[in-house]
């Protein structure tokens, strides 16, 4: 056992116990942990050992030209050296309005993402700024980068055409020089790595205008070294070796037809696979704080992080969407996200930069579905090695921290907040928080204990996930030969699963949340009241009575848009605000997940077709991937609150895909 995780231990066994013997190990513990500048405000999970299996899967991940730069989606790095091409756009004008653009993102309203391979060996994009649009296209030729921007401007529209900017140097303070020569970029890393980047706007310095003379000898707010040229036709870039325009192109229509390849061009199902990959892929980043490759949940939300943030079950889904085309990418998003388990042993709501995270309150606990979902489709058992034992001490701290008269109930330990900026922790607000349901009206009028730390408010849908956890980590735990672990596991799903079944409202025909402070039972809806399917508590009638009189009910959760994050019929629907009646990709996935518990195809066909209407408006009408949508409208784009290339947005394609390998959709037999 490393002293991290005998410190860990003794935190949870701290925060457990109250008797004097407890607080006199307590105080050795902070003793101990003074001594060794590790209190657990400070400790970060990453120093837990990496399996040399997961450590050579990082190596793996980690090499070669990809959109790696967090904070620009027209950044090309090189890793590990950490070399950057920048690609950076001038608006000219002849009176008082130039402009420079060095950062891209969705979130800017700029950017139409397009297709973006695993590898990054085939990206592409279009830029709308200042009246100006491009494209912008990378590709692989072996170990070197192809870059092509060509202007999609109409001739003459401007006085003065925009200028592009390709600016080379190294990034995270890696050493390394960028030498700019007569007609080329020479830039050698700290390894001795030496590449040659030229761009054919260099092969037109005999031709060259007055202005791009004036461009190559430092009229633009560039520190380093920089190739420039007007955008009045394609200009490219290559590293290795001088292309160009017309080899350049070549290449990447060799790239672009793989990457349709690999999305199934032709196939029905080609637009899921493509929207899943594009999303994923242009999530992904290198976080050079901890050496890694991530999916965060997108761009605008790392960058307003201070670089990368991770939240729980977002991180999780998100390693379910690699899993179709990038098994170790969706391994490192499972793993990462249970690295930043706290001293506390619970993976935390957030983790950002800088190794601030919510040490006072976790997340929804699909860690467990998770990692035995990849290792059904993947069958790689050092993975179940290297993700059982934090999985089993968040398990266990829910049932320690956060159960009331046997139900799992929501919280926010306020003596564990460390976060000084984060004035809700430790209140209502955090609790809520706790579910991933930030505003939900479940849990309006609800009663928070300060004392306790918990909201008195019997939660069916988290209960749930807690009760397949359990049954997952179970089956986890015997597929590794732990039989006393198995039990334990076993023996907690059935006392919660006991609890849960008392839930069944015979009369309104679902389970439904109990107001632990009052004892009422709450008859307000949401598609967490399904949940008991996914924890297989329901029973195969009882989940024929959910279905007809709710499920399918269109003054609740039916309709053209389905499934709102809570019923139609509730007050709060038509606020359409975030969870308080939009739709959500992993509420739908959730479900989905629950319905393939029990025998009706019927069902889950029609589900699955509807989630993926809803997915396919906005993908092929914009490119967009939405944190969530519109229940009314179908649209993600009717409010500024659902970002617009969130990766968990995809599930609800990843629904059909599932569905149509079973041959039940339309789609799997090739129909639109």
């Not at 070197?144 to 600016?167: C, E, Q, R, S, Y």
């Not at 907040?417 to 809700?424: G, H």
């Not at 939660?459 to 807690?466: K, N, R």
Request: net charge negative.
């Amino acid at each position: 056992m490393t002293i991290e995780r005998f410190l860990t231990r003794l935190a949870a066994l701290h925060r457990q116990k109250r008797s004097s013997s407890m607080r006199v190990c307590s105080s050795f513990y902070l003793v101990l942990a003074s001594s060794l500048s590790v209190l657990p405000a400070a400790q970060p999970a990453f120093s837990q050992s990496q399996s040399p299996e997961y450590s050579q899967l990082q190596q793996r991940l980690a090499r070669g030209w990809n959109t790696w730069d967090t904070d620009s989606m027209t950044t090309h790095v090189l890793l590990p050296e950490a070399l950057a091409i920048h690609i950076g756009f001038k608006h000219n004008t002849t009176f008082f309005g130039d402009e420079f653009l060095r950062r891209t993102s969705v979130g800017q309203g700029m950017v139409s993402p397009g297709p973006h391979s695993w590898d990054g060996s085939y990206t592409q994009l279009r830029v709308s700024w200042r009246g100006h649009e491009w494209r912008v296209e990378s590709g692989h030729e072996g170990r070197d980068l192809v870059l092509l921007v060509t202007p999609l401007d109409t001739a003459g529209k401007f006085a003065i055409p925009p200028t592009v900017v390709f600016g080379v140097d190294f990034l995270w303070n890696r050493s390394g020089t960028a030498l700019r020569e007569t007609s080329l970029i020479t830039a050698r890393g700290s390894s001795g790595t030496t590449v040659r980047i030229y761009c054919t706007c260099e092969d037109e310095l005999p031709s060259a205008s007055l202005r791009d003379d004036r461009l190559r000898r430092g009229q633009l707010p560039m520190s380093g070294a920089y190739f420039a040229a007007e955008l009045t036709h394609p200009v490219g870039v290559s590293t290795g070796a001088r292309r160009s325009v017309s080899e350049i192109q070549a290449i990447l229509e060799k790239r672009q037809a793989a990457y349709l390849k690999s999305a199934g061009d032709g196939n029905a199902t080609a637009p899921i696979v493509d929207a899943i990959q594009t999303t994923i892929a242009w999530d992904t980043i290198f976080d050079p704080e901890h050496n890694r490759v991530i999916s965060p949940v997108s761009r605008d939300w790392s960058v307003s992080w201070g670089g990368y943030v991770l939240f729980d079950w977002d991180t999780f889904f998100g390693a379910v969407l690699a899993g179709v085309g990038d098994k170790d990418l969706a391994y490192a998003n499972a793993i990462e996200e249970l690295r930043e388990e706290t001293p506390q042993g619970f993976v935390p709501n957030y983790a950002r930069a800088g190794n601030w995270k919510s040490f006072d309150r976790s997340e929804p606990p699909v860690g467990a579905i998770t990692v035995l979902g990849l290792f059904h489709k993947f069958h790689d058992r050092w993975f179940l090695r290297d993700t059982f034992e934090s999985l089993l001490l968040w398990n266990r701290w829910w049932s320690q921290h956060r159960t009331m008269q046997g139900f799992i109930v929501l919280g926010s330990d306020g003596e564990n907040w460390r976060e000084r900026t984060e004035d809700a922790s430790g209140t209502w607000q955090a609790a809520v928080y706790e579910s991933g349901l930030d505003n939900s009206p479940m849990y309006d009028g609800t009663f928070y204990d300060p004392g306790t730390h918990m909201l008195e408010f019997a939660d069916v849908g988290m209960t749930s996930l807690y009760v397949a956890d359990c049954n997952a980590l179970a089956e986890i735990a015997e597929g590794l030969n732990k039989t006393v672990e198995a039990k334990e596991l076993r023996d907690r799903a059935a006392r919660y699963r006991a609890a849960l079944a008392a839930l069944w409202d015979e009369k309104t025909g679902i389970f439904l949340n109990r107001d632990l402070h009052t004892g009422e039972n709450s008859t307000r809806l949401s598609p967490t009241n399904f949940y008991p399917m996914l924890a297989k508590v329901a029973t195969p009638e009882q989940v024929k009575i959910m279905i007809e009189k709710h499920l399918r009910n269109p003054d609740e959760f039916w309709g053209e848009w389905v499934i709102p994050s809570i019923a139609r019929n509730d007050p709060a629907f038509h606020e359409q605000n975030y969870w308080r009646g939009r739709i959500w990709g992993p509420m739908n996935y959730l479900v989905y997940l629950g319905l393939c518990n029990y025998d009706d195809a019927g069902i889950r066909g029609e589900f699955a077709t509807k989630s993926y209407q809803l997915f396919l408006k906005e993908w092929r009408e914009k490119g967009h991937v939405h944190e969530n949508y519109n229940a009314i409208l179908g649209t993600g784009d009717d409010v500024s609150s659902s970002d617009r290339f969130y990766h968990w947005g995809a599930l609800l394609g990843l629904i059909a895909l599932e569905e149509s390998r079973a041959n039940t959709l339309p789609i799997a037999r090739g129909k639109p």
